[in-house]
């Protein structure tokens, strides 16, 4: 049973991409995936219903926070794994999520705004659990990257914050920007490697479960 919140208090870099990617290669892994879209927008929860073309999961769009602290407990004992997709802390549903989840995700863009915007994230997600008593780690992800100075820049000024970072950077690739509008999750190629390496640290960190061998190869 876990849960894996995605959240930022800033829009735009990338939190709806991330979790399509994570949802459509963990339920290919043999997962028993539910996804939380507790953003207004739904832009998760229509590119599941419309245009997403891998093996199947469920998707709830609940973005009121009393009715959304409910259905986590609710499906957190029926699932592999929760993951859910945050508006911005304009929303107070994305501060409940931070507090239900075992771990949060926190994408960023290189800018400057941006980077700033990540810190106020992990900053808020050490507050609320503080506030709940427990652990609730939390981890920057560099995501639409170039190889460019202001990315190393972006890099330095993570480190120099002291922010929790992962090692893997998901790049600026045009299989990723395809993703909202074909629905197809990339098996091969250079966005594909990138997914494998993110998928594989967060496991290593204890964030997600392992593969469903058994589960994967009954539905095949």
């Known amino acids: 049973m876990f ?12 939190k709806s991409t991330v979790a399509m990617i994570l949802c459509g290669y963990l339920a290919a892994d043999g997962l028993k995936i539910v996804a939380v879209d507790a953003d207004p927008a739904e ?14 999961f469920e998707t709830i769009a609940e ?25 911005g802390f304009g929303n107070r549903a994305a501060a409940v999520a931070m507090t239900a989840a075992d771990a949060i995700l926190v994408p960023t863009l290189s800018g400057e705004a941006d980077i700033t915007e990540a ?33 190393r820049h972006a890099a330095t000024e ?6 929790p970072r992962l090692e893997t950077s998901l790049s600026d690739l045009v299989a990723f920007g395809e993703l909202s509008y074909s629905g197809r999750i990339p098996t091969s190629g250079p966005a594909a490697a990138e997914v494998v390496a993110l998928i594989s640290e967060l496991r290593n960190r204890g964030w997600l479960p392992a593969a469903n061998a058994k589960r994967n190869s009954a539905t095949r």
């Open 3 to 14: 849960v894996l919140t995605i959240a930022s208090s800033k829009g735009g870099p990338g």
């Open 43 to 56: 832009a998760f929860s229509r590119w599941a219903a419309h245009a997403y073309e891998g093996r199947p």
């Open 158 to 163: 993570i480190t120099n914050a002291k922010l």
């Open 119 to 151: 810190e106020k994230t992990i900053r808020l997600a050490e507050g609320l659990a503080r506030a709940a008593r427990r652990d609730i780690p939390a981890a920057v992800l560099l995501n639409r990257q170039r190889r460019t100075q202001l990315a």
């Open 63 to 87: 973005a009121d926070e009393t009715r959304l602290a409910h259905l986590i407990d609710l499906k957190v004992d029926h699932a592999d794994l929760v993951i859910i997709d945050t508006a």
